[in-house]
């Protein structure tokens, strides 16, 4: 009897030890991705700020220069830090998982950092692949080809570089033709930005010019 009560201790232990060690994990896991988060909503700030900035203040042609090479640096940077391990920031989370651990606050923990990572990568994109996510599954019949190459190319073509990760994930891409794929919707995403963005400053320009 003392024996059993023993092993039964020692097993508990181990458990609670096991436990405590997954958690520690979910909580390094938990400020590693919001650090992640926080840093690509400054990087995106940024850029933000200064593609329209190059527009108004410098040639067109220089302004599409510069804001290709940032976003393609951009692009080479996202990727490899989720080979790393970094978290998609349009898929569930770490801190999800975290949460769940403690019932009471888990749902409040998921819904608020959903809205956050909404605001990290643009509620455009995210509501966009969270509801046509599923047209990218490999399709047999014509009309779900043709859905699939839509979806994918319309979302490389309006969305930047966490938006064309997860798209092209989201098809089937992985390691190398997923990065060259990758740099080819930064491509489209920056002529369109820049295309928009220069229509925008000019027709502001013309209004303030009356």
């Not at 302004?63 to 090479?69: D, F, G, P, T, Y």
């Not at 938006?163 to 089937?172: E, N, P, R, S, V």
């Not at 930064?186 to 925008?200: C, G």
Request: some cysteine.
């Amino acid at each position: 009897m003392a024996l059993g009560l023993g092993l039964e201790y020692d097993l508990a232990l181990q458990g609670t030890q096991v436990q405590d060690e997954v958690r520690e994990r979910l909580r390094a896991g938990l400020f590693q991705e919001l650090g992640f988060v926080a840093a690509w909503k400054i990087q995106s700030s940024l850029a933000t700020v200064a593609f329209f900035a190059f527009v108004a203040l410098v040639h067109l042609g220089i302004a599409l220069l510069i804001m290709m090479a940032w976003s393609l640096v951009a692009t080479l940077i996202y990727h490899r830090a989720r080979l790393m391990g970094l978290p998609d920031l349009f898929e569930n989370s770490r801190i999800s998982a975290f949460g769940a651990g403690k019932s009471r606050y888990a749902g409040f923990t998921t819904m608020a950092f959903t809205l956050v990572k909404a605001c990290v990568v643009g509620v455009q994109p995210f509501i966009y692949c969270r509801t046509l996510g599923f047209l990218l599954r490999p399709a047999a019949s014509l009309p779900r080809r043709a859905a699939r190459l839509t979806v994918l190319w319309t979302g490389l073509t309006l969305f930047g570089v966490t938006a064309t990760h997860h798209l092209l994930q989201k098809a089937g891409y992985s390691g190398g033709e997923l990065l060259n794929f990758s740099y080819v919707g930064t491509i489209l995403n920056v002529a369109y930005r820049i295309l928009i963005s220069a229509v925008l400053v000019n027709a502001v320009t013309g209004v303030v010019s009356l």
